[in-house]
């Protein structure tokens, strides 16, 4: 990825902007969209030349700033948001991450933008103790006063490839003797397919819709299914959550990453990654572990070297490297 960008025809009129389409969920939005026929252009805190779908869309810098962010978006009919911050560091703060969603959203509105896609999270109202939700649920209230057309899209545990968490857990399964399920384990989880809620962000016109798949299982389970998937050797067994954050703390300091947060556990113990709502997303995760466990977690993928990097979040910085 490189933080230049070639000049952008600001009269060019594109259907749609997506934020972070060389990542995760914009990927695959922008794959959707590219798929119905529909050009796109991306909002990136670096452009990807090498990346294969780099020369099917426009790029534009992913930066805060109200003129940058209003040439980026003229033109533009749908925006779709999936910017977001996994956890506060180097920084970065999920005060800043919603006065920034903000600052993307006016600088819409002001340009014309038609409508906003905006991502959220599952339970996005009923975790307000947590900054990660609370953020969520502040920007899903602004929208809704806002007068802007909009959906707000809300995934559970997304998985597929490039995901962090899932790549990750299955990481240390295949190479660790114990695992320890934080707290019982028996908390939910109903993991959705990236494809599924990308295919969930571009039907959907308007309103609150969970992106959510058809299997509703407990944390422990899903480690379980890892395990075997991956053909881990790992002794799984219940203790106390804060053993499990002192031991990840440990292991992420020695690797140079964040591997959870004590929020995540959180939040993962009240089973609000899942919906009360039908399934949305049809995409089995046992089918996917099954096609995708030779290869899963064969190497870690580092949310700070992602998403953390000075050179990655100055976008007139030098190119970001990834080295999984
Ligand atoms: N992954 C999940 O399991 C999950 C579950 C529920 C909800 N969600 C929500 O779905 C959306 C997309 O998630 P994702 O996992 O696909 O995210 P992602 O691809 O890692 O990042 C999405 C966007 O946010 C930007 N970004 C990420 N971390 C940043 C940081 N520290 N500083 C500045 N910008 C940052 C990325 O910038 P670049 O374009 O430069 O890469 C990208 O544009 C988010 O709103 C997330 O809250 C995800």
Not at 55 to 77: C, K, M, Q
Not at 84 to 111: H, Q
Not at 228 to 235: L, S, T
Request: charged share 25%.
């Amino acid at each position: 990825m490189h933080a230049t960008y070639p000049p952008l025809d600001s009269s060019r009129i594109v259907s749609a902007a997506v934020t972070g389409a060389f990542s995760f969920t914009g990927r695959a939005i922008a794959e959707e969209l590219l798929r119905r026929g529909e050009s796109v252009r991306t909002l990136s805190r670096a452009d990807a030349p090498d990346d294969p779908l780099r020369r099917l869309i426009d790029v534009a810098p992913l930066t805060f700033e109200p003129a940058t962010l209003r040439s980026s978006l003229a033109g533009v009919e749908t925006l779709y948001n999936t910017y977001w911050v996994r956890f506060e560091r180097c920084g970065v703060s999920f005060a800043g991450a919603v006065a920034n969603t903000l600052e993307l959203f006016e600088a819409a509105r002001g340009v014309g933008v038609r409508r906003i896609v905006h991502i959220s999270v599952s339970n996005a109202d009923r975790a307000d103790d947590l900054p990660y939700f609370a953020g969520k649920h502040q920007i899903e209230k602004w929208l809704a006063a806002s007068g802007i057309e909009h959906a707000i899209i809300r995934p559970t545990l997304v998985f597929g490839s490039q995901d962090i968490l899932i790549n990750n857990l299955a990481w240390m399964l295949r190479r660790t003797p114990l695992f320890l399920l934080p707290g019982t384990g028996d908390y939910l989880v109903q993991p959705v397919s990236v494809g599924d809620v990308a295919r969930i962000a571009v039907q959907t016109r308007a309103g609150v819709v969970d992106a959510a798949g058809p299997d509703l299982m407990s944390f422990a389970a899903l480690v379980s299914m890892i395990c075997a998937a991956v053909r881990g050797r790992a002794r799984i067994v219940s203790g106390p959550r804060s053993v499990g954050l002192a031991i990840n703390s440990i292991v992420g300091r020695l690797i140079g990453d964040v591997i959870v947060t004590a929020d995540e556990l959180e939040g993962l113990s009240r089973s609000l990654l899942v919906t009360e709502s039908e399934a949305t997303g049809t995409e089995r995760f046992v089918d996917w572990l099954r096609e995708q466990g030779p290869r899963l977690g064969r190497s870690y993928t580092s949310e700070l070297r992602r998403n953390y990097r000075a050179d990655v979040r100055d976008p007139s910085a030098k190119p970001k490297v990834f080295s999984a």
